[in-house]
């Protein structure tokens, strides 16, 4: 007995000196494991993948034990580790989470030492965006827990074997601008459709005041307020009085946005029959304001003189804010909403939820955001989501956590209706539901704990016995509601009633809900019990395919008895079936006429027309085009430019040159940026007269997977988004109807300097202020040796191009470009903007 005794104790002490020699001070600070990442070679094997190495680099002074670690990050599950006997194994967590967890083949990483681990991955590294990122470990003795580790560096690729765009290039696609004299340009932003300069100009001072029709007097008080940042004094808002004033009045018979705007010596008119019209009135007059005036308080402010008659093309003017991806702050958002309200957008398509967020406080289910709405380390997802895009391993320590309380969003709504702004919520389901659904699984498992199984199961979104097999297009296997579930239903009418409370107590506008609809993998829902009984008692749902209009009907008839209508992705009117053997989609009549609004996003491959297909069978339609809307996508094919390119690449010229009733006209490159071949059209569908009044407007969306800041928003947002506005608001340009190719070459060539002349010397030194000042994208130079000198160029007129000779990076002191440099050896030239700010460094070696 006593030697039992002793052999327990003598058990229990090894035991707790293994578990604080694991734990203790003799394994290594995570913080002290530093690493870098690197490609080693493009097109491996001469296959279509990447070799990388991981260079692991302990910079403490205790050992990386050889195993008892593991060290999680983000990237493609296509990860492998290169070597038979690797050092280490990859496994795929969930979504974009990996982890590494050494072999027997890894030795311990002593102090000072170095690893080099060598991976292949699918695809190549186009852009930073491929790259692993977001690392952090986990010791096997507390695997709840994550640490973040040291400096993680990703190495830029020295050789170009990708393809990256070069200086040359953008040199030659910039040499068709022209630099415009600004007295030249028009003063209104976005192009009006009638706008003449009387060379009568007009004194604005503090002491003007506003005078108002009283329908107008909210859009009177935002123009003093607005006028009172460039002053520091309120002009006073009056009923009547006479003299040099601001006036805006009622004027019958215009549209319902339209306005007109004269600046004469003596007063500025503003006339409309709506506050709506008033309000794109007064934005036009914060346009005229010289950029100059805002950096500054000024007595006065020079206002050319004017006649402009305007309103806009489309009625449905839109940018798509993704929040559910990497959280945006309420501050963030009302900054956008400024920014849209300047360029006349009028609807915030406001992306509430995803697999890895949920951003909305639904006060009856907490869950969502004491759950959904938090990103960290986790093994179950109970208490909080798993890791996505790089947000750590730490709780509420990046963008990867947050939401908006009811209060936040009530502010949001009446901060938007003021501007006339109408916010779309959107409620993404049945796919990208992840953050809904762990959510209501802590709700099913908090109640079952209080004994109160009915409630516990009334918002369930899945079938707890369900074992179908999945894989989301962002790799979860565990994100799409069960849309056979009577709980599903009383999820989404418990979450649609009280948003819609909220909206009440704000006083705004709602008559949509955006359903979402996107992306439902194969697999879903084939051995979910729930749904083998559905299909065996209901006839109209014959098999799981079935079941996608089965679930749009449902929640379509709880919209239309909350006096809304649908609003979703493409795919809520589609329908699958077979044809020549083959299957595919075409637009479901069953829906046709059920006023669905639907954002087509997909022009790529055999969709190229999916749009008017949709359009011409019916469906209201919002241009929502990836290959020229898709803001999130990099600006040019280099490594350091930050976005995706799964969808090509997005300068600010695609969306100006899109040709909403015509865009396959406008196509001019596929996704790689090589030109189209000839005949890829053909077969396609073309727009009807009866299909075009269904186009409602277009929207531009960004995506936020790999943005965790205000100034990575705004870098991708601008100036990019000016392209759309134009596009939106302006009248159909010649250029985009002329059917002589070298006469429409001509016009756009014009037009395109016209625009970009605008954006570099008015509206981006304008935006350098406005609402606090935006960080948009500064463009990069163009150059290339011509005649044994470098020549260069810039993409907005109006900034400068400085360069150096000495290798060094140019700065605003560097020497200002003014012509060929003669100079040889290696030059290097950045854009500057007015305020000192740079693009990236352009090299050319001149030998």
């Not at 509420?396 to 709504?413: C, H, M, N, P, Q």
Request: hydrophobic share 35%; charged share 25%.
């Amino acid at each position: 007995m006593i030697k039992r005794t002793l052999l327990i104790a003598f058990c229990t002490f090894f035991i707790c000196f293994t578990i604080l020699a694991q734990s203790g001070t003799n394994r290594m600070n995570p913080k002290e494991l530093n690493l870098t990442w690197e490609v080693v070679e493009e097109g491996y094997q001469n296959k279509n993948q990447t070799l990388s190495a991981i260079t692991l680099k302990n910079t403490g002074k205790d050992p990386l034990p050889a195993n008892g670690w593991s060290l999680y990050f983000h990237a493609s599950p296509s990860f492998k580790a290169n070597e038979v006997n690797a050092p280490v194994k990859i496994e795929h967590v969930n979504g974009d989470l990996l982890r590494m967890v050494p072999t027997a083949s890894f030795s311990s990483l002593a102090a000072g030492a170095s690893k080099r681990i060598e991976l292949v991955s699918g695809g190549q590294m186009i852009n930073e965006s491929r790259a692993p990122e977001g690392f952090y470990l986990v010791w096997s003795d507390n695997p709840a827990k994550g640490y973040a580790i040291g400096e993680s560096v990703n190495k830029k690729p020295s050789v170009n074997k990708i393809g990256w765009i070069e200086p040359a290039e953008i040199y030659e696609q910039n040499k068709v601008i022209k630099d415009i004299p600004v007295e030249k340009l028009t003063k209104v932003f976005p192009t009006p459709a009638q706008y003449t300069e009387t060379g009568q100009n007009f004194s604005l001072t503090a002491a003007v005041p506003v005078i108002t029709d009283n329908a107008f007097s909210r859009e009177a008080n935002l123009l003093a307020d607005y006028l009172s940042t460039v002053f520091g004094q309120k002009p006073a808002v009056k009923t009547s009085g006479t003299g040099k004033a601001i006036r805006l009045q009622k004027k019958q018979g215009l549209g319902e946005e339209a306005y007109e705007l004269q600046v004469t010596p003596q007063e500025v008119v503003i006339s409309a029959s709506t506050p709506a019209g008033i309000f794109y009135g007064t934005q036009s007059l914060k346009t005229l304001i010289p950029p100059s005036a805002l950096a500054t308080k000024q007595s006065s402010v020079t206002l050319t003189g004017v006649n402009v008659k305007d309103e806009p093309r489309f009625g449905h003017r839109a940018f798509m804010l993704d929040v559910g991806r990497n959280f945006q702050t309420k501050e963030e958002v009302l900054k956008v909403l400024d920014l849209m309200a300047l360029y006349k957008l009028n609807v915030l398509h406001f992306h509430l939820n995803e697999d890895e967020g949920w951003r909305l406080e639904i006060p009856a289910l907490p869950e969502l955001t004491q759950v959904g709405s938090k990103r960290g380390h986790t093994l179950d997802d109970k208490k909080n989501l798993q890791p996505s895009y790089a947000s750590g391993p730490d709780v509420d320590a990046t963008s990867g956590s947050g939401y908006y309380t009811k209060d936040d969003f009530v502010e949001i709504l009446k901060y938007a209706d003021d501007r006339h702004i109408k916010v779309i919520p959107e409620i993404e389901t049945p796919g990208h539901a992840r953050a809904a659904i762990k959510s209501m699984d802590a709700r099913y498992e908090r109640l079952m704990k209080e004994g109160k199984k009915e409630e516990a199961e009334k918002y369930l979104l899945r079938d707890l016995n369900d074992k179908s097999v999945y894989r989301s297009v962002q790799n979860f296997n565990d994100n799409v509601m069960d849309v056979s579930l009577p709980s599903t239903y009383a999820f989404l009418e418990k979450v649609t009633d009280e948003i819609l409370a909220m909206y009440k107590e704000a006083g705004a506008p709602i008559k949509t809900i955006h359903f979402g609809g996107d992306e439902v993998p194969p697999g879903v829902w084939e051995k979910s019990p729930s749904v083998q009984k559905l299909i065996a008692t209901n006839p109209k749902v014959k098999n799981t395919d079935d079941l996608w209009y089965y679930y749009f009907g449902k929640v379509n008839d709880m919209l239309k008895e909350r006096n809304l209508y649908l609003s979703g992705w493409e795919e809520i009117g589609m329908r699958k079936v077979t044809q020549n053997g083959k299957t595919t989609y075409i637009a479901n009549p069953d829906f046709a006429n059920e006023n669905f609004h639907a954002d087509v996003w997909n022009n790529l491959g055999s969709n190229i027309d999916l749009a008017y297909r949709l359009a011409n069978a019916g469906y209201k339609v919002v241009l929502t085009n990836v290959t020229n809307m898709y803001l999130d996508l990099a600006y040019q094919k280099a490594y350091e430019e930050p976005g995706l390119n799964w969808g090509g690449y997005l300068d600010v010229d695609k969306p100006f040159y899109f040709i909403p009733y015509d865009y396959m006209k406008n196509m001019k490159v596929d996704t790689e940026n090589n030109p189209i071949k000839p005949g890829a059209f053909a077969g396609k569908e073309r727009l009807t007269e009866a299909g075009k009044k269904n186009i409602v407007g277009l929207q531009a969306p960004l995506w936020t997977e790999h943005i965790r800041t205000p100034e990575r928003l705004e870098y991708m947002l601008l100036p990019k988004l000016l392209g759309l506005v134009e596009r939106a608001w302006a009248p159909d340009p010649v250029w985009a109807t002329e059917t002589d190719a070298k006469k429409g070459e001509t016009a756009y060539n014009q037009a395109w300097s016209e625009f970009v002349n605008i954006l570099g010397k008015r509206e981006l030194p304008r935006l350098n202020h406005y609402a606090g000042g935006f960080n948009y994208r500064i463009p990069t130079a163009g150059a290339k040796v011509e005649n044994r000198k470098v020549v260069a160029n810039v993409q907005l007129p109006g900034m400068e191009v400085r360069y150096t000779t000495n290798g060094s990076e140019p700065t605003k002191s560097s020497k200002l470009y003014t012509g060929p440099i003669a100079e040889k050896g290696t030059i290097k030239l950045t854009v500057f903007d007015s305020t000192g700010r740079a693009g990236r460094v352009t090299t050319v070696e001149n030998k």
